[in-house]
């Protein structure tokens, strides 16, 4: 799902609260209008504001038959029972009473809801890894995690994170797929082993199950690739679904993140020279390795 079309039901989730807040201001209403003395002094009401509104009429003297009546409506709700703050829809945010938007611009409580959505849908592995969460102590990789925190901010390049395994690579990288999501940016995070399954099997459905696959992952704002590498590499499905990937996701100037055990050369021995020369092009790529041994093995060393 694209961040169109997640804005949109965000959007509809805001407007179903601004619904159910009026509705049940209505149907207070709908009980008070049983009563014909207050139906018939809030239709007159009504007529005497529009008369005001439109001009009609003496204005003093419309003024004081809008009074009276509202004074009367008043004393009336009084004897009903009914509290006037029932009358007042109960809105979820006081901001915007949930339309979603103020003086034109998105409230706070939809771009809430639009992360949600965002995170909800992005695939991250553990919406609890961040930076701000990271136990990171290595100065080279606390440098590497300042300048991946930087280019998520300046959406100017693409991000190719090597090392040897348990270094922190996929932490790294779910980290910047949470703050990008958090930044409001639609995101998908995914295996080269799923995505290359993903592939395979939209080969063979077809074109359309292809071209569906290959619209949502060039539509998304940002795509992250974990464990390039370990896919099984499948003759006229790997390379050319990957390299339009990047082909098109570059021509749109859309980021792409990747992690790899691989060494650079590794990476121009498996893949052909048009994806090479994507993934390798530092003018285009941040290329960083991440130091030091494996953190999950040294976390269940005896001491």
């Not at 018939?40 to 005497?48: D, G, H, I, N, V």
């Not at 009336?76 to 009914?82: A, T």
């Not at 779910?174 to 592939?199: E, I, P, R």
């Amino acid at each position: 799902m694209n961040k169109r079309q997640l804005l949109q039901q965000a959007k509809r989730i805001v407007d179903s609260r601004r619904y159910a807040a009026e509705e049940q201001r209505e149907r207070v209403l709908e009980q008070l209008r049983q009563n014909d003395e207050w139906r018939l002094a809030e239709q007159r009401l009504r007529s005497a504001q529009v008369d005001l509104a439109m001009g009609y009429g003496d204005a003093t003297a419309l003024k004081n038959t809008v009074a009276a009546l509202e004074k009367q409506l008043s004393e009336l709700l009084k004897k009903s029972g009914v509290k006037p703050s029932e009358l007042t829809p109960r809105y979820s945010c006081k901001l915007c009473n949930d339309t979603g938007y103020v003086d034109g611009k998105m409230c706070n409580c939809l771009q809430t809801e639009l992360r949600r959505l965002i995170i909800a849908g992005s695939n991250i592995p553990d919406k609890d890894f961040t930076f701000e969460n990271s136990s990171e102590t290595d100065k080279h990789n606390l440098a590497v995690y300042k300048k991946v925190k930087q280019i998520c901010d300046l959406g100017d390049k693409n991000i190719l994170l090597t090392g040897q395994v348990g270094t922190g690579k996929t932490y790294l990288l779910s980290a910047a797929a949470n703050y990008a999501a958090q930044c409001g940016k639609s995101v998908l995070f995914v295996t080269a082993y799923s995505l290359n399954a993903d592939f395979l099997a939209a080969y063979l459905d077809g074109q359309d199950a292809s071209s569906a696959l290959l619209e949502n992952l060039i539509d998304t704002d940002l795509l992250l690739i974990d464990d390039l590498g370990t896919e099984r590499l499948v003759n006229n499905v790997t390379a050319n679904f990957l390299f339009n990937v990047l082909n098109e996701r570059m021509l749109a100037r859309k980021q792409i993140f990747f992690t790899t055990n691989l060494q650079l050369k590794d990476i121009q021995d498996r893949y052909d020279e048009r994806i090479v020369s994507r993934l390798l092009d530092q003018s285009r790529t941040f290329i960083a390795k991440l130091a030091g041994d494996d953190k999950r093995l040294a976390k269940n060393r005896p001491v």
